[in-house]
């Protein structure tokens, strides 16, 4: 089953052609990486099918049409650096959240668990490291149950343990049945967490498939945790 159709979607600024006649399906129940180097068009892409920013042409479906308040309730995103309350806990900070999205019965300690954070849920938020900031965010999109996650460059600014934390919580997460689509410059990050994959260049759809067919077929590459020479070679 696709939960995201896209076709021909394209979106300038100015004289720049951020995404050029992008075509993409992504299926239910996978971790979809949307894969390639700063400037690609991957936010954009993010930005337009989540309603935030508007195309020149092309179109988009969600599920069984145009995104609109009868899908939202399905999607959790984060695009941006988590912000909340810095003097509330995270049960508190996970309330109001709730209350924004109009949900009515959430259990709180369930998805602190998913996410790691249930023994530090009436510590602050300002008392958090960046890593737990961010599985805080990645909770946050759980509310509500949807059946899509969105996160643009997830693990950006974080240290080696809370890259590995919050790789651990989307491997977790996509477990349970979600759907994942994730934007990422950082190769080694999409091999460890995503199932399937799509290298975007200059706003142009290079390649799609699945991670192990796709990233592993060019045995003159090594694998390397930025190895932008690999990525350069595969956009190609």
């Known amino acids: 089953m696709s939960v995201l159709s896209i076709n021909k979607l394209t979106k300038t600024y100015g ?48 599920f069984d049409g145009q995104y609109g308040d009868q899908h939202r309730m399905y999607i959790g995103a984060i695009l941006e ?8 806990d995270a049960v508190d900070n996970l309330e109001i959240v709730a209350r924004i999205k109009n949900v009515k019965q ?7 668990e998913q996410v790691n954070l249930a023994h530090r849920k009436t510590s602050k938020f300002h008392s958090y490291s960046l890593g737990m900031k961010q599985r805080l965010a990645i909770a946050a999109t759980l509310i509500g149950d949807p059946k899509v996650l969105i ?4 693990t ?25 689509i994730m934007a990422s410059h950082l190769l080694d990050e ?43 070679n595969m956009l190609l």
């Open 81 to 88: 650096t988590p912000n909340f309350y810095p003097y509330l």
């Open 151 to 154: 996160f643009d460059e997830p």
């Open 190 to 232: 999409v091999e460890k967490i995503c199932s399937h994959v799509a290298i975007i260049k200059d706003g142009v759809l290079r390649k799609t498939g699945e991670v192990g067919a796709l990233l592993n077929n060019d045995a003159q590459v090594h694998i390397a945790a930025e190895d932008m020479m690999r990525l350069e």
């Open 106 to 112: 959430t259990n709180f300690d369930e998805i602190l």
């Open 156 to 180: 950006n600014g974080l240290d080696p343990q809370g890259i590995s934390e919050v790789r651990d919580v989307l491997t977790r997460v996509a477990s349970n049945g979600n759907t994942v």
């Open 15 to 62: 004289k720049v052609k951020a995404l050029d006649n992008l075509n993409l399906e992504i299926e239910a129940g996978n971790i979809y990486g949307l894969l390639g180097p700063n400037g690609s068009g991957k936010t954009t892409t993010l930005g337009i099918i989540l309603g935030i920013l508007g195309n020149d042409s092309g179109t988009y479906e969600w």
